[in-house]
């Protein structure tokens, strides 16, 4: 990111551009600064956009062949085309031939980097990689934001409002917005703030379920799962959650006491570090080879619905009453 940041201050610019990671937010960001550092935003004859699957190389390549109109550049962006991730052998042997009047800017949320277009861009162009940021940063980003609009905000309702909007920038964004609006009037965030206006995540709920699980308190249990089936949530995505925060808990029951620190622990279990205290206080109250079994009896559940064995909501329910109802091993 910071070699980005050196052209678009420098004006020095490579013919073509790859920006990647699972950053949305931070992709967008600066797709759009390069795109206006480029070229003039008045310049729209010499700006092309191509969004989504389906989009013709050979339509792409005639037009970066083609000289600009009355400026000294072209600029043409191709958007989740997919050609990153799949192989285009066309862009790909294209890529050094690039005319100097042209940028090509691609902006993928997949990409193999053992594909040959990856390694073209690689070696003709630059590949930005947006990972998702740390705690740390995304708090400097918050605090420096809400200073702006004049607000302040504690650590603990700081961490209450990460907890309800996870680690997307887009989604702390939005729900900066939310807040900033709701509080206009007055210049400190209270936790009463973020619980009123800060919608709390499906994942949050999936959380909270398995934490009624584990304290076998079955009708929070089976309250929260009616919760999500009255918000519209599919069972088979609720349970793909569950299984996804039983294995989350398995790894980190397997990665206690290797010598890992808080943050190294979360990277590996792929949760934000604010949240991993929550996790441990869950994975302590299982044994290993509990949450091996849930893991087999999620995986066994899907397997059910998929054969038509079992109704997709049913066959959730009866997991969760399975879990909530007795106590681990």
């Known amino acids: 990111m910071k070699m980005l940041q050196e052209d678009i201050k420098n004006g020095h610019f490579k ?41 013709d190389p050979k339509a792409v390549i005639d037009l970066a062949e083609t000289m600009p109109f009355f400026a000294g550049r072209r600029v043409i962006e191709l958007n989740d085309s997919g050609f990153a991730k799949n192989a285009c052998p066309e862009l790909a042997d294209y890529i050094p031939q690039i005319p100097p009047s042209t940028c090509l800017i691609l902006t993928e949320s997949e990409v193999d980097k053992r594909g040959r277009l990856y390694k ?45 909007t996870g680690a997307d920038m887009e989604n702390i964004e939005h729900e900066m917005e939310k807040l900033l609006c709701y509080t206009l009037e007055r210049d400190v965030i209270t936790r009463e703030d973020v619980e009123a206006v800060c919608t709390e995540r499906t994942e949050n709920r999936i959380f909270d379920m398995v934490q009624a699980i584990t304290e076998q308190d079955q009708k929070k249990a089976l309250d929260l799962y009616n919760d999500l089936l009255a918000m519209k949530e599919p069972p088979m995505r609720i349970l793909f ?49 509990a949450l091996r079994q849930a893991v087999e009896d999620c995986v066994e559940t899907e397997e059910r619905v998929k054969t038509g064995r079992m109704g997709d909501q049913i066959s959730v329910e009866l997991l969760i009453v399975k879990y909530s109802g007795k106590k681990k091993e």
């Open 120 to 164: 073209a861009i690689k070696k003709e162009g630059r590949v930005v990689e947006f990972k998702r940021q740390t705690e740390k940063t995304l708090s400097v980003w918050v605090l420096q934001t809400l200073k702006k609009e004049g607000k302040n905000i504690t650590e603990d309702t700081l961490h209450l409002f990460f907890e309800r």
């Open 241 to 289: 959650l569950i299984a996804r925060q039983f294995n989350q808990l398995l790894q980190l029951k397997n990665l206690s006491g290797q010598g890992f620190d808080k943050g190294e622990l979360a990277k590996k279990i792929g949760v934000p570090p604010f949240a991993l205290g929550k996790y441990q206080s869950q994975c302590r109250k299982f044994t290993l080879s």
């Open 15 to 55: 013919k073509v551009y790859l920006l990647t990671g699972e950053e949305t937010y931070l992709r967008n960001q600066y797709r759009k600064r390069l795109r206006e550092a480029l070229l003039s935003p008045e310049d729209t004859m010499n700006h092309a956009s191509f969004e989504g699957k389906g989009i």
